[in-house]
């Protein structure tokens, strides 16, 4: 079945960085949305960034602009998502999803965790001091 993996997460220090990867197998990464989406306890599921199967484009949530970069390897079907400049409250646990490309408006839409049809288990993010 289709399958999403996240790997990278863990512990840093406030002002450093991470990279998570999001590999994905039983399926080509070119006809999926990939998107990256987190969640801190009692808070809402937060679209943080998303890359398109068709061109590249990539999209970032306010929170992270500028801090994030989100990049894709076709050839090793996987999605990054560099992280620095890290914050405390980008704390969460992080999850990659993966949409059928002409499924979704990725100016409106790329946000919205239902538009999204498999989701990775979710790796954790803390940063601390």
């Known amino acids: 079945q289709v399958q999403l993996v996240e790997l990278g997460g863990g512990l840093v220090q406030p002002g450093g960085s991470l990279r998570l990867s999001c590999a994905a197998s039983q399926f080509t990464l070119d006809y999926y949305v990939i998107a990256w989406f987190r969640q801190a306890p009692g808070k809402e599921r937060e679209g943080v960034s998303c890359i398109s199967g068709s061109d590249g484009s990539t999209y970032y949530g306010h929170s992270v602009q500028g801090r994030f970069t989100i990049s894709r390897d076709n050839a090793k079907n996987t999605v990054y998502l560099q992280m620095n400049s890290l914050k405390p409250e980008d704390t969460a646990n992080y999850y990659c999803?993966?949409?059928?490309?002409?499924?979704?408006?990725?100016?409106?839409?790329?946000?919205?965790?239902?538009?999204?049809?498999?989701w990775g288990q979710g790796t954790q993010v803390t940063v601390s001091s």
């Open positions: 999803a993966a949409a059928l490309r002409d499924g979704l408006n990725l100016n409106t839409d790329w946000g919205l965790s239902w538009e999204y049809d498999y």
